[in-house]
């Protein structure tokens, strides 16, 4: 096991499977620079570890994390939001998506703001039975960030995007199940252990091949059915190239479990 402990968050390597901690438990891990230096600086070891297979999020204390830290925000006229986004958030979302592993975020408490956008950008979210989401933008009137607004009407439609970001209500962890918003509800006490079988669910499957599924459900998104049909085509060329392909079609037939590199 492997530890790296920065200002506002713990990456813990056991095994393959990574976990990251938010650590800023008395701000509900809101999100400041620091807390942004410290992202990209847990990016770049994960990307230098080869033998990671799935990364886990959570956060310490009641929150998963609040978004970002309204409380030393300087405001005033040189105030510049857009600036900060594209500077912050930008790599942070993008950082999550590029990673070469699936990604859960395990969320023990209030997932609000860029907090949720953090969490959608993640490929899974399991969340203890206490947590709660709202698009909270719209109370301080902003709009959502954080990718959000990308997010958030293609996992549960239009309607129900539009009632949480004009709205800004809270939502709790069985109706965010229940509304396709994320993968499993289970109590507090089961979150991590929950998160960690699922981790390694992931990690038996072939990295490979769960980075393109990734990649064809994002252009999914934007793509006519005849666009993403060449994308399949595109992917499917590329997976049945990789060893791992013949692995799994010769622990078929061997009827055996196969071993994925």
Do not use: W
Not at 15 to 38: H, S, V, Y
Not at 118 to 129: E, Q, Y
Not at 185 to 205: C, G, H, I, R, Y
Not at 217 to 226: G, K, R, V, W, Y
């Amino acid at each position: 096991m492997s530890d790296h402990i920065l200002k506002t968050m713990k990456l813990s390597v056991t095994g393959n499977i990574a976990t990251l901690t938010l650590t800023r438990e008395k701000a509900l891990n809101a999100m400041n620079q620091d807390f942004f230096n410290d992202f990209n600086s847990m990016l770049k070891t994960l990307s230098a570890n080869n033998d990671v297979k799935a990364l886990i999020i959570t956060g310490k204390g009641n929150g998963f994390t609040v978004g970002a830290d309204l409380k030393n925000l300087p405001i005033n006229e040189e105030l510049d939001l857009g600036k900060s986004l594209r500077e912050n958030f930008l790599p942070m979302v993008m950082g999550i998506k590029k990673l070469n592993v699936p990604t859960i975020a395990a969320v023990n408490g209030y997932a609000a703001g860029a907090g949720m956008g953090l969490m959608l950008a993640c490929d899974f979210t399991i969340a203890a039975r206490n947590a709660n989401f709202v698009q909270a933008f719209i109370n301080i009137a902003l709009v959502p960030d954080a990718g959000s607004s990308y997010f958030l009407p293609q996992l549960i439609g239009r309607a129900r995007a539009t009632e949480m970001m004009m709205l800004g209500e809270n939502i709790t962890a069985e109706e965010a199940y229940k509304i396709g918003l994320i993968y499993k509800v289970t109590t507090e006490d089961q979150l991590m252990e929950q998160s960690l079988k699922l981790a390694n669910k992931l990690a038996q499957k072939p990295s490979s091949a769960l980075i393109q599924i990734r990649e064809l459900l994002d252009a999914s998104h934007e793509n006519t059915l005849s666009e993403q049909l060449e994308a399949e085509a595109k992917a499917q060329q590329i997976a049945g190239k990789n060893e791992n392909f013949i692995e799994g079609v010769a622990a078929f037939n061997e009827k055996r479990e196969p071993k994925f590199k």
